[in-house]
């Protein structure tokens, strides 16, 4: 077998690539080829293709939240509006919501009961114990039905809810 020239490769590590994602995330993906790289390795006596690679998702858009000193401290995504209905949620899944986010410390516990609000969205206020800042107290909003947070706001942030 003849060996494939880098655009094949690269088209071949595109591909696979994007074959893998698509079974570990959920959404529309885009796989972005960015620099690669094919040398001879005198060990193996063979060349080696390196192809970077950057995965993107699409988010939809949503508003980001920014302190005095223009540094992000929450946000609000209208598209966690999507299907939103009143539906059984525990305040261990509504933290594992909002921890999924990637926004909190592993030192995240919520300071208040779970309380329905408009369309059945559940609100929390929580504490996020493993932050330096003073804003350390959010309250996060979540879809019960699709198991998405709708917000995360610093506490005295606009309306805090219940």
């Known amino acids: 077998m003849p060996p494939l020239d880098e655009q094949d490769l690269s088209q071949q590590a595109?591909?696979?690539c994007l074959e893998h994602a698509e079974n570990t995330i959920s959404g529309?993906?885009?796989v972005e080829l960015?620099?690669?790289?094919?040398?001879?390795d005198p060990v193996t006596l063979?060349?080696?293709?390196d192809q970077s690679m950057v995965v993107w998702r699409r988010f939809g858009e949503f508003e980001v939240v920014l302190d005095e000193e223009g540094r992000p401290v929450?946000?609000?995504d209208s598209g966690g509006w999507e299907e939103?209905?009143?539906a059984p949620i525990s305040v261990s899944q509504a933290l594992a919501v909002a921890m999924a986010s990637g926004w909190f410390t592993s030192r995240l516990e919520a300071s208040g009961e779970l309380v329905e609000a408009e369309m059945g969205?559940?609100?929390l206020k929580v504490v996020d114990g493993g932050r330096p800042e003073a804003r350390q107290q959010f309250t996060i909003e979540v879809n019960p039905k699709r198991m998405t947070l709708i917000s995360i706001l610093p506490s005295g942030y606009g309306t805090?809810?219940?």
Do not use: A, K, N, T
């Open 46 to 49: 063979r060349h080696v293709f």
């Open 84 to 86: 939103c209905e009143s």
């Open 28 to 30: 529309e993906l885009q």
């Open 121 to 123: 969205s559940r609100i």
């Open 160 to 162: 805090d809810g219940p």
């Open 34 to 40: 960015l620099e690669s790289d094919l040398e001879w």
């Open 14 to 16: 595109h591909d696979d």
């Open 74 to 76: 929450g946000f609000l």
